[in-house]
């Protein structure tokens, strides 16, 4: 395992380059998000894979709770902040600590989350806010595309589905989840009550694209069939407490993983069981971001508000290739 620590800095978000297997970057935040500035934190293995080196780092006036990589440009990163806009990042353009190459504004409160299309000719990255919209941007527009309303609380999570063209999902503090056509935007094309408590992530399977994985206050991941929506085709105990992030293995159809605020890291099989396969505990504080390395099979990265960042791969999979 391999650790950076962001010091004064708490993690909340951490993403591998799609392009160079041993390139990541950290969204993190001062003073946990609730004062303060934010930093993005650009990192690189070391060639031997045993240590972690700062390449770069940008920083901007309010806490950064995201970050999500270009799919077609190695060099562009988009983070979203706590004063409620998301920032474009050009590294071929800005020298280190240099200001964003763009900032759009039209959010009027926190931005949770963000992410880039995987479909190629989709250019496009999506925001979700605190108040209680997602919206769709055309990173060469300086104002979004569309803006979709449907949740009545704040949006935690909104993701592109891995293989449908114009197609996302999102889950917000009112318990569901809603698939949206980003092409019809004035209504969900299908909508449910995911959780009782308020659901804070959401994940397509990589292998399966109508499958998805929720995670909720509840300590409960539920994993859904757009096949068969009207109940969860698997339901995965363990957590202690809220569930923060759920990702699909890109390597593994049913593999997926977790991390929450009861300080962990879980590996999950929804095919063989409905407990951790595996349970890891190397955080002191509430863990945030995580993220599977696409192109370094079962690879993972994880950040917390303990400021470290740990790049792993569970013993559970060590003999799948």
Not at 27 to 33: C, E, L, R
Not at 154 to 177: C, E, K, Q, R, W
Not at 231 to 243: H, Q, R, Y
Not at 253 to 260: E, H, I, N, P
Request: net charge negative.
């Amino acid at each position: 395992m391999s650790t950076f620590f962001t010091t004064n800095r708490h993690g909340y978000s951490v993403r591998f380059s799609p392009f160079n297997p041993d390139q990541f970057v950290v969204a993190s935040s001062q003073f946990y998000g609730l004062a303060g500035g934010g930093t993005l934190y650009f990192l690189e293995l070391s060639p031997d894979g045993n240590s972690i080196v700062e390449k770069r780092t940008h920083h901007w006036t309010d806490g950064l709770f995201d970050v999500t990589w270009s799919e077609s440009n190695q060099e562009i990163v988009v983070s979203g902040s706590g004063d409620g806009s998301v920032q474009l990042w050009n590294t071929s353009l800005s020298a280190n600590n240099g200001p964003p190459h763009m900032v759009y504004r039209e959010h009027k409160k926190e931005i949770y989350s963000v992410d880039w299309s995987k479909v190629p000719y989709e250019q496009l990255f999506i925001s979700a806010s605190w108040d209680s919209t997602v919206k769709i941007w055309d990173p060469i527009r300086n104002h979004s595309l569309s803006t979709y309303i449907g949740h009545t609380q704040l949006v935690y999570n909104a993701v592109f589905a891995s293989h449908i063209p114009n197609t996302f999902a999102s889950v917000s503090g009112d318990g569901m989840l809603k698939i949206w056509d980003i092409l019809c935007y004035d209504l969900p094309i299908a909508s449910i009550k995911a959780h009782e408590g308020e659901v804070l992530t959401v994940d397509w399977c990589k292998h399966d694209s109508n499958v998805l994985a929720t995670g909720a206050s509840d300590g409960l991941i539920r994993i859904w069939d757009l096949r068969n929506f009207g109940i969860p085709i698997a339901e995965l105990k363990g957590n202690e407490f809220a569930v923060r992030k759920v990702q699909f293995s890109p390597h593994n159809l049913s593999v997926l993983a977790s991390v929450g605020y009861d300080f962990t890291t879980r590996i999950w099989d929804f095919k063989k069981t409905n407990e951790a396969m595996e349970t890891i505990k190397h955080h002191s504080e509430f863990t945030y971001g995580l993220d599977w390395n696409r192109r370094r099979p079962n690879q993972l990265a994880d950040c917390g508000w303990d400021s470290l960042v740990h790049v792993f791969k569970p013993d559970c999979l060590a003999d799948k290739i």
